[in-house]
């Protein structure tokens, strides 16, 4: 990755890799296989690298077991838990964790966070609820309340925030402290892959361990400075994103997840598999949302249906699954109008239904994981 800061921009990327050097030491490092090759630590391009050692012993590690494709690796928070571990000799060793190599990047990441007083994650098991609606207004909510926030987004194949804040266009740039991130206002900071893409519709066709290694360089190099919250936008679903955000996170002590939902059954059977995995990795959830519960026309006011809660939507499911219900945002076609501007819709639209749920929603989030701090 980009481990240099002489001052300046950003290289960019390119939706298929990334315009310089990776992490690997040696002086090939386009050739490099990554550590979870196969071919990791004992392929010609890894002559010279002092990781060399480190990488080939993971790999062997993995082709111990029956199902060694399968293999979560030793550094995962899965190693000898999970289905492909079983028969693996190494298994009672990789559940200790004693097998895990020591990640330099993980101190780096402790101190850097150490500037971040709440961190919080925002979570769907599916696509399309509305996570990253709900990552922008938070953001902008909390800023407006005169603390410093910054929104992490870490969703690399899909980035949304740069539009949702109307920061299209920006560029990321580096000094001596490490990478800036793009300001809106003097207290709300961003970064995202899509501040370092060349065009902002090509596709990233990335494997997990590129992501993962950018994820790791957000959290390392960015330089936020002091913040009260740090919001991180993830994608959809339980991936190679959401496993590495966490272990990333773990020594820091992240203040837990926010769930968001939509009310019909199909994204609330996604949010008890997010909730499984909230529990499996052993992340707080600060409690689920339901957006888009019921319709409210900009015209009338009036409140209606459109997606039927036949299971009883996020409060039952939230009580089925003894979590926290935070509370319900309407569906309103300003709100995403807001987004697609750049805008906090709140602001905008002071008086309407969906800001008086959204501000409630904010406080409740704010005294979750602030509970001796009152509200700027």
Not at 70 to 95: F, I, K, T, W, Y
Not at 96 to 103: F, K, L
Not at 181 to 189: E, K, Q, R, W
């Amino acid at each position: 990755m980009f481990n240099s800061f002489g001052g300046g921009s950003v290289p960019k990327f390119t939706g298929s890799g990334v315009a310089t050097r990776r992490s690997c030491a040696t002086d090939q490092p386009q050739h490099c296989p990554g550590p979870e090759s196969a071919n990791a630590g004992t392929s010609s391009a890894c002559e010279g690298c002092p990781n060399r050692s480190i990488c080939a012993s993971a790999a062997t590690a993995k082709t111990t077991t029956p199902g060694g494709e399968h293999c979560p690796g030793v550094d995962s928070l899965e190693a000898g838990r999970a289905n492909a571990c079983a028969g693996c000799p190494n298994r009672a060793l990789c559940a200790s964790g004693a097998a895990r190599t020591v990640d330099p990047d993980i101190e780096a990441i402790k101190q850097r966070m150490k500037a971040v007083k709440q961190k919080i994650l925002i979570l769907s098991g599916k696509g399309g609820v509305g996570k990253s609606t709900f990552s922008a207004q938070l953001a902008f909510a909390l800023a407006s309340k005169n603390y410093q926030v910054g929104l992490l987004d870490i969703d690399i194949c899909g980035p949304s925030i740069p539009r949702m804040l109307g920061l299209e266009g920006e560029t990321v740039h580096q000094s001596s402290m490490g990478w800036s991130p793009v300001y809106i206002t003097d207290n709300l900071a961003a970064m995202s892959v899509g501040f370092l893409l060349d065009d902002p519709n090509e596709a990233v066709v990335w494997r997990g361990p590129k992501k993962n290694g950018l994820i790791k360089q957000f959290l390392k190099d960015v330089d936020w400075g002091d913040l009260d919250f740090l919001i991180v936008d993830t994608p959809p679903g339980t991936s190679d994103e959401h496993l590495s955000i966490v272990q990333y996170l773990k020594a820091t002590n992240p203040d837990g997840a926010v769930i968001v939902t939509s009310p019909q059954e199909v994204a609330l059977n996604a949010v008890r598999r997010e909730i499984k995995f909230c529990e499996k990795v052993g992340m707080r959830i600060i409690g689920v949302v339901e957006n888009m519960g019921t319709f409210i026309c900009p015209c009338c006011n009036k409140e209606s249906t459109i997606f039927p809660k036949t299971t009883g939507g996020a409060r039952r499911m939230a009580e089925e699954m003894s979590v926290p219900y935070l509370g319900n945002i309407p569906l309103d076609p300003l709100i995403a109008r807001s987004c697609d501007e750049g805008k906090a819709y709140f602001a905008a639209h002071p008086d309407s239904p969906a800001t008086r749920n959204f501000l409630i929603l904010f406080e409740e989030i704010i005294k979750a994981v602030t509970p001796s701090t009152s509200s700027s």
